[in-house]
Every structure is written in C-alpha cells, then in structure tokens.
C-alpha cells in the first residue's frame, strides 16, 4: 500500500519540476527568487511542509547527529549563508562560461548542498538544479535526465564524495563520478525510449488487425502517447469521439483483460479499468502497456 506521504512527496516534485520549466521558457532566470518559488512549491504539502516552504533558513541546520556539535557536516551559518548564495548565483549567471554544461551542473550541484539554504528539501531542490541548468544550457530540451535512483544507488559513495570536496578539495573524484552517472542514466533512458517506441510500433500494428474500428482506435493511441493515462469520458471529448465509440472502446478493453491491470500480459495494447474513487459508469481509466517497462 502507498505511503500517502510517499505520493504527496511526487506530486509536489513534479509540480515543482514543471513550474521552474514554465518560468524558464518564459526567460525567467535561474535565480534565487525562481529557486525559493520551487521549493514553496516542492514542500506545500506532506514532510516538510512546516520548514518555512520558500523561505532561506535564519537557524543553523546540520547533517547528521544530534547537534551540530556531533553532526557529520555543518553548512554555512545564517549570517554567512546569503553571502555565500549571492557567489552562487553569481556563478549561475557567469557571463563567457569555459567550463562545460555537464561539469558546471556538477559543480553547482555540490555547491548548494555544501551551502544547505533551506530547512529542508535541499537534496530534492538539489537534485532538480541540475535538470534545471542543463535545460537552460539546451542541453536537454525536455527533463529527461534525472540523476536521482544513481545518486540513490551509489548512496554512501555520493555522500563521501561530498564530504572529500568539503574536507579535501578533490573535485576530480567527485566530477568523475557525477560524468559516470550522467553517463549511464543517460544510456538508460535511451534504452527505455527504444523499448517504448518499439511497444508503440507493437501496438499500432495490433490496433489495425482490428478492423473496422481500427480509425477511431488509432486516434486514442496517437493520443496515449502524448498522455498515457487517460480517462474515456475526457478523450472523448478531446478527440471528438462519440459517446458509444467510447463505451464500445471500454468494452473493448474489459473483453480483452477482464481485470483490467495495467501490468498483466494480454494481446491488445490498451487496458481499461475503473477510476478509483469514481467507478461508476463511463468513468474508467486507460493505461498505455509501454508504462509497464518502466516500474
């Protein structure tokens, strides 16, 4: 069963992610401001939502331990942390940049969380910087690169790092492994994109062994790649369907899968089932089957 506060948690990231996209893309600068907006929005509700949501920390904080007396790290104090902020976007926005997206996203990475600016919420705000820069940068043009279940994996390795940075200056190590993960998350999406792409060419030949409803169908699947879960009253209406080519889409979703789990195997490409909390009639759900490889 899910942790309510699990689902709070993802709900407030992804909203976060694409309210500091929107701004970007109206040229709203990498800023100190768009950061305390993302984070007001990154802890609105759920764990963290009593740690002054957008407001920079006026109490010293610590990482690990008790106190900061036997703490693991200890950020900048208040008095001296908004100077330290001010450097920071200062190197956000330095003009005739030399240094590579990649190794500049890996730098600002560690200097934020080396700076510790919120009460809470800075290793997800962290983490969200460096999509951010390399959208910025053009890079990436969608946020499809996130580095969070590598930094996950690699855990103590990630933190240890961090710590040789602060207590040795051996940013050499630290960038060695940020390029190694970029790296291999990158091959990973790459690789899930193929499977997908392959899944939807999968399904589109399916869809046309159907037959006559075969047209109408294939709207919902040009659809469902753009938007893979849906809702057949709501498509529908998008697409300009009828309602009968909706509950005859339904029933032709139920005919094949019977449950209607989107992770059981079954020869057609669109499984419907129930909308949870509202299973009445003509409310179902519809799941894309390429959303499977990605659990």
Same mark, same amino acid.
């Given at each position: !069963? #899910?942790?309510?506060?699990?689902? !709070? ?7 976060? !992610?694409?309210?500091? *996209? ?9 800023? &100190? ?51 330290? !902020? ?15 997206? *990649? ?10 969380? /080396? ?13 969200? *910087?460096? /999509? ?12 499809? &690169? ?28 630290? #960038?060695?492994?940020? #390029?190694?993960?970029?790296?291999? =998350? ?5 690789? /899930?994109?193929?499977?997908?792409? /392959? ?17 109408? &169908? ?5 659809? &469902? ?15 300009? *369907? ?22 059981? =195997? ?8 129930? #909308? ?20």
């Amino acid at each position: !069963m #899910l942790d309510i506060d699990d689902v !709070m948690e993802v709900s407030n990231y992804v909203a976060a !992610m694409n309210h500091g *996209l929107r701004r970007l893309r109206e040229e709203f600068p990498l800023s &100190l401001r768009l950061i305390r907006e993302i984070h007001k929005i990154l802890l609105s509700k759920g764990r963290g939502s009593q740690k002054r949501p957008g407001e920079f920390r006026e109490s010293q904080n610590w990482i690990g331990g008790t106190r900061p007396g036997n703490a693991a790290f200890v950020p900048p104090p208040p008095e001296k942390m908004m100077e330290c !902020m001010g450097a920071f976007e200062k190197f956000l926005h330095r003009e005739h940049e030399e240094l590579p997206i *990649l190794v500049k996203a890996a730098l600002v990475h560690v200097q934020f969380e /080396t700076i510790h600016p919120f009460l809470d919420g800075n290793g997800r705000l962290g983490r969200l *910087l460096i /999509t951010f820069l390399l959208c910025v940068a053009g890079a990436i043009r969608e946020p499809i &690169l996130y580095l969070s279940l590598y930094f996950k994996t690699n855990r103590q390795k990630y933190y240890e790092l961090l710590d040789r940075v602060r207590s040795h200056g051996d940013w050499e190590t630290w #960038l060695e492994c940020f #390029l190694t993960g970029v790296k291999e =998350t990158a091959q990973q999406a790459a690789d /899930t994109s193929k499977e997908i792409l /392959t899944l939807i060419e999968q399904d589109r030949r399916k869809i046309e062994e159907i037959g006559r409803p075969a047209a109408s &169908l294939l709207r919902v699947h040009q659809h &469902l790649q753009r938007k893979p879960i849906i809702t057949i009253p709501a498509t529908a209406e998008h697409l300009s *369907l009828c309602a009968h080519c909706g509950k005859s889409f339904a029933a032709h979703g139920e005919a094949r899968h019977g449950s209607g789990d989107y992770r059981q =195997t079954a020869p057609s490409p669109l499984h419907v089932s129930p #909308l949870p909390g509202d299973p009445q009639r003509g409310h179902r759900i519809a799941k894309a089957e390429p959303l499977a490889i990605l659990d």
